[in-house]
């Protein structure tokens, strides 16, 4: 058991109440309310409130009514319910356990398809040795559990490589799951998983994250730049994704003379196999355009993990991570700084979307190696001197497998690292099975509303695109432009035109800027009121 010798006179926090930690006093019981540690249980009508008892053997009781549980854990740890509506963390400099209450009623997934697909590439990845898989009983109720180790990863400080993780079926609808990492195996973990206790639901869980700046050096024309384009004041602007350029600008330029419209920022992807695309910047910023720089730590060709296999792409987020990729990363950082002019750079969007090679679903679950790797990249480039770097963190809307380990906020690297929130969310339309028609009202203006309330931040919608197939693509687009205009915090909007194909070739999901007449009326009409 790890534990510390707590002075029984003090009441030690060991998190800021910034933070929602806590850790509770010898002979006295604390409260969470709102994310927060409070003087007492005293709430209003709608807050989240967890308390925290001493209940003897150097331990804590845990009780999240919202969530429908208790759970007692070592008392030393810090506590984090700032992100109750998906889970709480307990902590300290050797293990992380973190708790999730998933509830699937009015969805088609069961308990059973939770830990059966969940913990599919657990099991598969060449780098983790799993060393049980069973059954057991946690106060009456069916719970399976698994632990497995890999090897500590030499680019992230205090790394954790051994897991248990532990899920607890009340019913096919509803489980709770203790997932714990630490770096040497913990010895106590059975005792703290065997402690979860299911008690009644009352109230309803929050999110209640703090709001801070990012912290990223910005050169003088850098700064200008993100204040001109992201500043409270800056207008809605308009990029694009066209797939020859930056590189080559003439199709961009027929696309504009037709939509009388010059669009101020272009969407460029890069994979690892990729060349540095050191003309493209340079060709858009000659022509008064700035880039979205998207990286994404794959190799080109095998992209999609769910349509392909790829041995070197499976195992790629712990190559990095192992320095493996360190020559490749100060070079990069490198050639950023000899450009020297501003550029949104996305580092590896949609992680929360199984399709992507760096989602959790393929590291065992652990979110935090997605952060890791974030945190890493940007100390390469701050040691290189990038300056001129803007960090877009973009997740996807819906996150698939749509669990709590795998939510979006999960891979939020945090507010410091981060300078703009990127938001993606299409209209896929109905071509492929199980996808439906979204207007812009149902994606939009929830994910906007829930974005302005967590980050203190500027909003842009980094790609997204409306298909042509179930509905009407150039109404759509009437409609995206009105309600586009009430939601101020985004300040630049960039349209993907290009199409999705199935399997077999055809065209599934087109999402062309220019595919009929009147979707270019439609485009036309509307670009006329936002700036170029």
């Known amino acids: 058991m790890i534990r510390r010798l707590l002075s029984l006179a003090v009441i030690v926090c060991l998190a800021a109440a910034l933070e929602g930690g806590a850790a509770a006093q010898a002979n006295e019981r604390q409260y969470i309310v709102n994310g927060r540690l409070a003087a007492g249980a005293a709430a209003e009508p709608g807050d989240d409130v967890k308390s925290i008892e001493p209940s003897g053997a150097g331990m804590n009781l845990y009780t999240d009514p919202a969530n429908g549980y208790s759970i007692r854990y070592p008392a030393h740890m810090t506590v984090d319910a700032a992100l109750s509506a998906v889970r709480t963390v307990f902590s300290d400099e050797q293990t992380r356990i973190e708790v999730y209450y998933d509830q699937f009623s009015g969805a088609s997934t ?81 005792e703290i998983i065997a402690s979860l206790r299911i008690v009644p639901r009352q109230g309803a869980a929050r999110n209640d994250k703090d709001l801070r700046p990012s912290a990223t050096a910005f050169s003088e024309e850098t700064r200008s730049f993100y204040h001109q384009y992201f500043g409270v004041g800056a207008p809605q602007r308009w990029g694009i994704f066209e797939p020859s350029a930056p590189q080559s600008m003439n199709r961009l330029g027929e696309l504009e003379d037709q939509l009388e419209h010059r669009f101020a920022v272009l969407l460029h992807y890069q994979m690892f196999d990729d060349y540095f695309p050191v003309y493209g910047l340079q060709n858009a910023y000659e022509n008064g ?33 192992d320095g493996k990729y360190d020559d490749y990363f100060s070079d990069y950082a490198r050639k950023l700084k000899e450009f020297g002019h501003p550029v949104l750079f996305r580092l590896n969007n949609e992680m929360n979307g199984d399709w992507c090679w760096y989602s959790a679903y393929y590291t065992g679950k652990d979110t935090e190696l997605y952060k890791a790797l974030w945190r890493y990249v940007q100390a390469v480039f ?115 035109s290009g199409v999705d194909y199935d399997r077999e070739g055809r065209p599934g999901r087109v999402y062309l800027i220019d595919e009929n007449d009147e979707v270019v009326k439609a485009f036309r009409t509307g670009l006329k009121d936002f700036a170029q």
């Not at 830990?115 to 099991?123: D, L, S």
């Not at 109720?141 to 500590?152: G, N």
């Not at 609808?173 to 630490?182: A, N």
């Open 289 to 321: 355009r700035y880039v979205e720089l998207t990286l994404q730590t794959t190799y080109a060709g095998e992209v999609n993990a769910l349509w392909q296999n790829s041995s070197r792409n499976l195992t790629m987020v712990y190559d990095i991570l």
């Open 382 to 496: 701050e040691r290189n001197g990038v300056d001129n770097v803007i960090w877009v963190w973009n997740p996807h809307d819906r996150s698939l497998p749509d669990f709590k380990w795998n939510n979006y906020l999960m891979y939020y690297p945090g507010d410091e690292c981060v300078d703009v929130i990127g938001l993606t969310g299409y209209n896929t339309g109905n071509y492929f099975p199980g996808e439906t028609w979204r207007e812009f009202a149902e994606i939009y203006p929830p994910l906007y509303n829930e974005s302005v309330r967590l980050f203190d931040k500027p909003l842009m919608i980094t790609e997204f695109a409306s298909n042509s197939a179930g509905g009407d693509k150039a109404a759509w687009i009437g409609q995206m432009f009105r309600q586009l205009k009430e939601l101020d915090r985004i300040k630049v909007a960039v349209w993907w």
């Open 110 to 190: 069961t308990a059973d398809d939770y830990i059966q697909y969940g913990n599919k590439f657990v099991k598969a990845s060449p780098r983790h040795a799993v060393t049980a898989d069973y059954w057991t009983e946690v106060s009456g109720y069916s719970t399976h559990v698994l632990k497995w180790a890999r090897q500590p990863l030499a680019r992230v400080p205090d790394d954790r490589p051994n897991y248990v993780c532990a899920e607890i079926v009340k019913n096919s609808r509803e489980v709770y799951t203790v997932f714990i990492k630490s770096r040497e195996p913990l010895a106590n973990a059975g």
